[in-house]
């Protein structure tokens, strides 16, 4: 039909199909075009929105369809931004964030009362709204920046918490000011405004992570599980329209609030980026790109003119800020650099406060022309702010960090650590596959050469049904890592023995660490003890970790990790540790550390070099630890760094443990760790006593835990 149609065709186009499909040939086009000239593509996407939309060839209208996914790619930004952020990072650097929000909305907010009040000749009010519009900021560049693995920088974590700040200020701004306006500005207004706030932050922050835990709990499907996260983002958003605040503020806070509930490693995780990076993000760039009017190039000088004291400004205030920031802090040039580049962009907060305030109608001329609290002269002005400062935000925020991520990945060196890390998961029952896949998924490191890999073990290769089984739950173990973008291998073993069989594939795929995960009802069997002690712990040369999993890795909000003494003299401790780092680093949750005194300071002083939301707590007696597996409650795990026999931290207690869990804590998730007893070289052999050898142990550590 629409092609027997096609010579009658008018604009702008008004038939879904071809509206649909010509803005996903921009999404497509728009990088694979502008990566051969190294013209950012989320500039790309502004500028096809500019061309295609009501100021350019008008081939699309920007109606309620482009509004709603535009809208909803907005909200997704800010929903990411929250999602990402490292809560130990910012707890760590909140005091850091906050000095940037300073500088970044006052300076740009004292610039525009200079420029709105004494040189555009605005009256107070104009000027403070005025004003506000550049003290907000846009993450716009946030998902890019995140692809290069940078957001753990001090740069990236600081620009993020600012970003809030500011724009809830910035907001604020606007809720007061449209207040005053209608003349309602008094002690009822501030109350209200300020309970309602509070209320706002209390619900998603306290009453979200309990519905989410609940749900993630009860409901496995990840369809549902993903569409629950997009009722959050929404739900939070209305929240904050509610309270008084724009929305993009509501979608920043359900970020935070389910920040420990998606690990970054997760298959929910994979599916939330990859839908708003492929979908939603862009048409909201397209949409901004349709709010530009390249013909206000030449409707005058005043429009240029008031476009000039906006960008100076907003991006001069945000350059200052961004160097104040930099040189208080003692950051790095690129850092500073990038600070700017991501704060510099202009577009959220700053159209949403234009566009109330053209709105807003004070009186009228003798010739019945309206006089708006914003005039057409500015609402002009931000729609060419919006595209200098996402150009500006786009070249700058990049560029920097590139050069980061470069300069992180030559100071990452392999050191004393295994140059690769190549974990087996084994596999021989279905209702584990999907947690033992997500355990190994958190234990993994981003490094290219880390692999995983899944066996099963068939004792007779002319048993039909065994042979099935074990390839159904090898595919679904590749489908499980598949989810979440990461490649597992899949390895079938014929041997009349499992031990033998595993022991094998050890040696021939040079796995670094083996996963057994326990079934709930059987737990520490007599012949899976059995198999420990005398098959599975003689492989010397690999971490052996033994997982049980009471409930969904993404719902534990606390980790006990409980350290033997003497356990840092053990060949594989940094290897196990790294992997305990890991899963805290990857899922959000807290992590409690039991240790010794000499132990505590070790890992006070690596804690000083890699950043982990953690508590240690000294262990006076290793007969302790029954007491805090006992002490673990629901939504918390339990982690125990174990030792072998004839180890220097080897214990008669520590026989009793797997007893005493699998007596006490059936119902509870726990992880027993068995660092490797001879690396065979790979790891030089040293007494972390000696303080001057712990130091450059200490030192690659940290950079390997970044």
């Known amino acids: 039909m629409i092609l027997l149609s096609i010579g009658h065709l008018t604009l702008p186009i008004d038939d879904p199909l071809l509206k649909f499909l010509l803005e996903l040939i921009i999404i497509l086009g728009a990088p694979l075009l502008l990566n051969k000239i190294k013209v950012p593509h989320l500039l790309g996407l502004i500028i096809a929105g500019a061309l295609v939309g009501p100021n350019g060839f008008h081939l699309l209208s920007r109606d309620s369809s482009v509004v709603v996914t535009g809208t909803t790619g907005l909200l997704y930004i800010m929903f990411l931004a929250g999602l990402e952020i490292d809560m130990g990072d910012f707890k760590k650097n909140k005091w850091k964030s906050l000095l940037f929000s300073a500088f970044t909305f006052i300076i740009p907010f004292g610039l525009g009362i200079?420029?709105?009040?004494?040189?555009?000749?605005?009256?107070?009010?104009?000027?403070?709204?005025?004003?506000?519009?550049?003290?907000s900021q846009t993450l716009i560049v946030y998902p890019y920046i995140s692809k290069m693995g940078i957001t753990k920088n001090i740069a990236v974590n600081i620009t993020l918490g600012g970003t809030m700040v500011t724009d809830v200020l910035s907001l604020l701004v606007?809720?007061?000011?449209?207040?005053?306006?209608?003349?309602?500005?008094?002690?009822?207004?501030?109350?209200?405004?300020?309970?309602?706030?509070?209320?706002?932050?209390?619900?998603?922050?306290?009453?979200?992570?309990?519905?989410?835990?609940?749900?993630?709990?009860?409901?496995?499907?990840?369809?549902?599980?993903?569409?629950?996260?997009?009722?959050?983002?929404?739900?939070?958003?209305?929240?904050?329209?509610?309270?008084?605040?724009?929305?993009?503020?509501?979608?920043?806070f359900a970020g935070l609030a389910l920040?420990?509930?998606?690990?970054?490693?997760?298959?929910?995780?994979?599916?939330?980026?990859?839908?708003?990076?492929?979908?939603?993000?862009?048409?909201?760039?397209?949409?901004?790109?349709?709010?530009?009017?390249?013909?206000?190039?030449?409707?005058?000088?005043?429009?240029?003119?008031?476009?000039?004291?906006?960008?100076?400004?907003?991006?001069?205030?945000?350059?200052?800020?961004a160097m104040a920031t930099r040189r208080t802090l003692r950051l790095t040039r690129d850092e500073g650099i990038l600070i700017f580049g991501m704060s510099t962009a202009s577009a959220a907060a700053t159209l949403a406060s234009v566009m109330v305030g053209y709105n807003i109608i004070l009186s009228?001329?003798?010739?019945?022309?309206?006089?708006?609290?914003?005039?057409?002269?500015?609402?002009?002005?931000?729609?060419?702010?919006?595209?200098?400062?996402?150009?500006?935000?786009?070249?700058?925020?990049?560029?920097?960090?590139?050069?980061?991520?470069?300069?992180?990945?030559?100071?990452?060196?392999?050191?004393?650590?295994?140059?690769?890390?190549?974990?087996?998961?084994?596999?021989n029952h279905g209702e584990t596959v999907e947690k033992l896949v997500n355990l190994g998924l958190l234990i993994r490191g981003k490094s290219a050469g880390n692999r995983l890999f899944a066996i099963s073990v068939i004792d007779d290769d002319k048993n039909e049904s065994a042979i099935k089984n074990s390839e159904k739950i090898l595919h679904e173990a590749v489908e499980t890592a598949a989810a979440a973008d990461v490649e597992l291998?899949?390895?079938?073993?014929?041997?009349?023995?499992?031990?033998?069989?595993?022991?094998?594939?050890?040696?021939?795929?040079?796995?670094?660490?083996?996963?057994?995960?326990?079934?709930?009802?059987k737990g520490f069997s007599p012949s899976f003890v059995y198999n420990l002690?005398?098959?599975?712990?003689?492989?010397?040369?690999?971490?052996?970790?033994?997982?049980?999993?009471?409930?969904?890795?993404?719902?534990?909000?606390r980790y006990a990790v409980l350290i033997p003494a003497r356990a840092e003299m053990e060949p594989?401790?940094?290897?196990?540790?790294?992997?305990?780092?890991?899963?805290?680093?990857?899922?959000?949750?807290?992590?409690?550390?039991?240790?010794?005194?000499?132990?505590?300071?070790?890992?006070?002083?690596?804690?000083?070099?890699?950043?982990?939301?953690?508590?240690?707590?000294?262990?006076?007696?290793?007969?302790?630890?029954?007491?805090?597996?006992?002490?673990?409650?629901?939504?918390?795990?339990?982690?125990?760094?174990?030792?072998?026999?004839?180890?220097?931290?080897?214990?008669?207690e520590m026989r009793r443990l797997p007893d005493f869990l699998n007596g006490r804590l059936k119902d509870r998730t726990y992880l027993l760790i068995f660092p490797f007893a001879d690396d065979e070289g790979l790891v030089e052999k040293r007494s972390v006593s000696n303080h001057r050898d712990f130091m450059e142990i200490g030192n690659v550590i940290g950079r390997v835990f970044k």
Not at 115 to 135: A, D, K, Q, R, W
Not at 364 to 379: D, I, K, S, W, Y
Not at 535 to 557: C, E, F, M, R
Not at 623 to 649: H, N, T, Y
Request: hydrophobic share 50%; aromatic share 10%; charged share 15%.
């Open 259 to 321: 920040n420990q509930l998606i690990p970054r490693t997760s298959t929910l995780m994979n599916r939330v980026e990859f839908v708003g990076n492929a979908i939603f993000i862009p048409f909201f760039l397209i949409s901004v790109g349709m709010l530009i009017d390249f013909k206000v190039f030449f409707r005058g000088w005043e429009t240029l003119g008031v476009a000039a004291v906006m960008m100076i400004a907003s991006i001069g205030g945000k350059y200052l800020a």
């Open 174 to 252: 606007l809720a007061v000011v449209v207040g005053m306006t209608q003349g309602d500005v008094g002690a009822g207004f501030w109350a209200q405004l300020s309970i309602s706030m509070v209320a706002f932050v209390l619900v998603v922050l306290l009453v979200f992570p309990i519905i989410a835990r609940w749900f993630f709990k009860r409901v496995e499907d990840k369809i549902s599980q993903y569409i629950f996260v997009l009722v959050m983002i929404y739900l939070a958003a209305l929240l904050a329209e509610v309270a008084g605040v724009e929305a993009i503020i509501g979608a920043f």
């Open 114 to 135: 200079i420029g709105g009040y004494y040189i555009l000749g605005f009256n107070m009010l104009t000027t403070v709204l005025f004003s506000s519009l550049f003290s």
């Open 533 to 557: 002690h005398n098959g599975y712990l003689h492989n010397d040369h690999v971490n052996v970790l033994i997982y049980h999993a009471a409930q969904p890795v993404s719902t534990i909000k």
């Open 572 to 652: 594989g401790f940094f290897h196990a540790l790294l992997r305990v780092w890991n899963i805290g680093r990857n899922s959000g949750a807290k992590m409690v550390f039991y240790v010794s005194a000499e132990t505590r300071k070790i890992l006070e002083r690596i804690l000083s070099k890699a950043s982990l939301e953690a508590e240690i707590r000294e262990l006076q007696h290793w007969r302790e630890a029954e007491g805090i597996a006992s002490g673990v409650k629901e939504d918390e795990a339990f982690v125990a760094l174990m030792a072998r026999q004839g180890s220097p931290s080897y214990t008669r």
């Open 489 to 521: 291998v899949p390895l079938t073993r014929y041997d009349p023995d499992v031990v033998s069989g595993i022991g094998n594939v050890i040696k021939e795929q040079k796995i670094t660490d083996v996963v057994f995960v326990l079934q709930d009802e």
């Open 364 to 427: 009228e001329t003798a010739t019945g022309e309206p006089v708006r609290l914003l005039n057409e002269h500015v609402l002009n002005g931000s729609i060419l702010l919006i595209l200098v400062s996402c150009t500006i935000s786009s070249f700058v925020s990049l560029s920097s960090a590139r050069r980061i991520a470069e300069a992180d990945n030559e100071d990452t060196v392999s050191g004393n650590s295994r140059e690769q890390d190549h974990i087996l998961l084994a596999v």
